[in-house]
Every structure is written in structure tokens, then in C-alpha cells.
């Protein structure tokens, strides 16, 4: 299988994602520099969500809700972009994107799609993010 997704999820260690449960995978972009930029990921290699289980697709819009939670709590934008496009790699994945208020107006609504890729997120910056994200989806979870 020459899919990324896979192999990511295939070679992953516990620092890769967020969360994990039996469907989906949570984890920060690695590819942005936007802090608080998370990837969901189906477990599954499946394109999109007309390919998803029941359990699948049961267990997403909580995932969904509580990875937004955390974002909010953790980077405070003023809006969360939520998109799967699954042109780059054939594997469902939704975008979580934070928009801050300071964010330049030509990247708001579809205008994010031109965000820049680099600089990618200071390593210690995107440290201190992912421990906050882990700590509150934690908290998320656990408080329902
Ligand atoms: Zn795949």
C-alpha cells in the first residue's frame, strides 16, 4: 500500500498522535505553521465518508466536537475550519484549522486554503501546544 496515511500510522510512536482510538487518529499538522492545526484520520484506508462504518462514523462526531473543544481552549481562535479534500492523499482525513483573529484577511474563509506552509511552527512553540491539546482532549474525553 503506497498510501502515507498508512505508512505514518504504521510507523507511528506514541509522540505522533494526540489521541487514538479504534477509528480515527488525532495529530497536529507537521506541515503548517499554524499552532493548533490538528489532522483527524480514519484508521481505515478509506476516501471518504460514504466508505465509513456505522461505528465509524458514530464515533466521529464526538471526536470531531472534542478536538474543536480543544483547540478553542488551547489556541482561542475565532473560528475553527473543518474540510477533507483527499486529493493530495486518497485516505480520509478532516483539516481542524484555528483562524485567529490576527490571521491575515486573504487567508479567512476559502482564502485559507493559500495559508503558508513555512515557516513550520517553532519546535518548542509546537511542543508546549501539543502538551496543552493532549491535556485537554484528556479532559474532554474523560468529562464527556
Ligand atoms: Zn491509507
Known sequence: ????????????????????SEHWLLRHSSETNIEGYLILEARRHILDFSQASAEELAAYGPL??????????VVSPERVYTFSLAEAVP?????????????PRAWK???????????????????????????????QILIG
Open 109 to 139: 474563509g476559502r482564502g485559507i486554503l493559500a495559508y503558508p506552509l513555512e515557516p513550520v511552527v517553532n519546535p518548542a512553540r509546537l511542543t508546549a501546544v501539543c502538551q496543552s491539546l493532549r491535556q485537554e482532549l484528556k479532559r
Open 1 to 20: 500500500m503506497d498510501c502515507l496515511i498508512c505508512k505514518k500510522i504504521e510507523k507511528s510512536d506514541a509522540e505522533t498522535y494526540l489521541y487514538q
Open 64 to 73: 470531531l466536537a472534542t478536538a474543536m473543544k480543544a483547540i478553542r481552549k
Open 91 to 103: 485516505h480520509l482525513h478532516v483539516h481542524l484549522i484555528p483562524r485567529s483573529a490576527e490571521m
